[in-house]
């Protein structure tokens, strides 16, 4: 049990797990490093190579090659972002109980800087009429930083309707969920949005 937590905690692979994740041979993934197209790094004064959970899944997305293999490794980390506490309080609790995510909390656009850097969260649930910051702008510096291409953004709002989807998805976001939700809805709308 302990060795299965602590497997799905990885921040890095071997070889031999990047092959299993992505269905091919070990070879095929030392080619892929090799020639570059997979980044990683290799252990000094030996030839084991290593590479980050966040590179493979670049690598994955890039050349269309299913996320399903990840979950044996990563926890999805989702962050909640969203100034009214009792929306924040109400997700938190239900995604904790009913899920097996690691959740974090931002209250504000600022706190939401920091835990994307900080946690490199999977999906990112954000309230787009934030307080402090527009969470369109929060949705483009996530879009703008090459170390968050793992974060998928799912925006939240009672003030926009079921049309405003495709200017939103124009805009960065990956999902959308319009407030009141169901917890049915907001956990469809993650895994929609991390697994593609």
């Known amino acids: 049990m302990v060795r299965n937590r602590v497997a799905r905690?990885?921040?890095?692979l071997t070889t031999g797990e990047v092959a299993r994740i992505c269905k091919v041979a070990r070879r095929t993934v030392t080619k892929w490093f090799d020639s570059g197209q997979l980044r990683?790094?290799?252990?000094?004064?030996?030839?084991?190579?290593?590479?980050?959970?966040?590179?493979?899944?670049?690598f994955m997305r890039q050349n269309n090659i299913p996320l399903a293999g990840m979950a044996q490794f990563t926890k999805t980390r989702v962050l909640i972002v969203d100034d009214e506490a009792e929306i924040v309080e109400m997700l938190r609790d239900l995604l904790a109980t009913q899920t097996n995510y690691d959740v974090h909390v931002a209250r504000n656009g600022f706190e939401a800087g920091v835990g994307v850097e900080r946690i490199k969260p999977h999906a990112i649930?954000?309230?787009?009429?934030?307080?402090?910051?527009?969470?369109r702008e929060v949705c483009k510096a996530v879009r703008s930083n090459p170390e968050l291409q793992i974060s998928r953004v799912i925006a939240m709002s009672g003030?926009?309707?079921?049309?405003?989807?495709?200017?939103?998805?124009?805009?960065?976001?990956?999902?959308?969920l319009?407030?009141?939700?169901?917890?049915?809805?907001?956990?469809?709308?993650?895994e929609d949005?991390?697994?593609d």
């Open 159 to 176: 003030q926009l309707s079921d049309d405003d989807r495709a200017a939103l998805v124009r805009q960065g976001f990956d999902g959308f």
């Open 125 to 135: 649930l954000l309230d787009i009429n934030l307080g402090d910051i527009n969470g």
């Open 178 to 190: 319009k407030k009141p939700f169901t917890m049915q809805g907001v956990i469809q709308a993650i």
């Open 40 to 58: 990683g790094y290799r252990i000094p004064g030996s030839k084991d190579r290593r590479v980050p959970v966040s590179q493979l899944i670049r």
């Open 9 to 12: 905690n990885k921040e890095v």
């Open 193 to 195: 949005a991390v697994v």
